[in-house]
């Protein structure tokens, strides 16, 4: 069974529209990340939510934005998407485990941006 | 600036053999450590996770850890084209961030 899911797999969007991916995970994890992945490229992290706590990158540009309205869910909204913004956006979840510091992430299988 | 490097490759052995995946990271307070497979255009799939210093095996993958040498490792014994990929390695030091590397891309050849 799926634990992390992500819709659509695919999204083409026009250069400057609006768009929104979404995530949902049903491992109840408290974290849920949102990675950018261009090819050939290491994920790199965008922002992430631990339980309702928002932490942005800080060079995550303001194009992007996001929201948790549950531990179940959360979106990615690209604002005003540019050519530069084509990539794989990636979902992960995780846990905050004690002693260990954060448990390992698990991916969902990503959406594939295409910006024309 | 938390760094994790890794030679990027591409690595190739021949099939059977034994591929050897190297990561070094720059942060000593670091605790967990990870090893992601991902094929081509796929999302990352958790191969091992480590978190004392020693080996770790999980069937046909080793996972080995130095932290006083700040080193992590991944050895695929017996290595299959099927394991064909990038390897991320993939770091945590008690915060929520992780910290990848830029990946290694093994080819094994038939």
């Known amino acids: 069974d799926a634990m992390v899911i992500q819709n659509p797999r695919y999204q083409v969007t026009q250069f400057g529209k609006p768009v929104t991916l979404s995530c949902s995970q049903t491992l109840n994890h408290n974290v849920m990340y949102w990675y950018q992945q261009k090819s050939s490229q290491a994920p790199k992290l965008l922002f992430h939510?631990?339980?309702?706590?928002?932490?942005n990158e800080a060079d995550t540009p303001d194009n992007f934005q996001s929201r948790r309205p549950n531990t179940s869910f959360c979106f990615l909204d690209i604002r005003s998407p540019g050519l530069g913004d084509a990539a794989m956006y990636l979902c992960?979840?995780?846990?905050?485990?004690?002693?260990?510091?954060?448990?390992?992430?698990?991916f969902g299988p990503g959406t594939r941006l295409t910006v024309l | 600036q938390k760094e994790v490097e890794q030679n990027s490759g591409p690595l190739s052995v021949p099939e059977g053999a034994i591929a050897s995946l190297n990561c070094t990271y720059s942060d000593r307070g670091s605790q967990s450590f990870f090893w992601y497979r991902q094929y081509s255009g796929k999302s990352p799939e958790l191969i091992m996770s480590i978190y004392s210093n020693g080996d770790k095996e999980d069937g046909r993958f080793t996972a080995q850890l130095n932290k006083a040498s700040q080193y992590v490792s991944l050895l695929i014994r017996d290595s299959q084209p099927s394991d064909s990929a990038t390897y991320l390695c993939a770091v945590n030091n008690y915060g929520q961030n992780f910290v990848f590397g830029p990946g290694t891309r093994l080819s094994v050849l038939p």
């Open positions: 992960a979840t995780s846990r905050v485990a004690g002693e260990w510091g954060t448990d390992t992430q698990y």
């Open positions: 939510y631990y339980d309702k706590d928002f932490n």
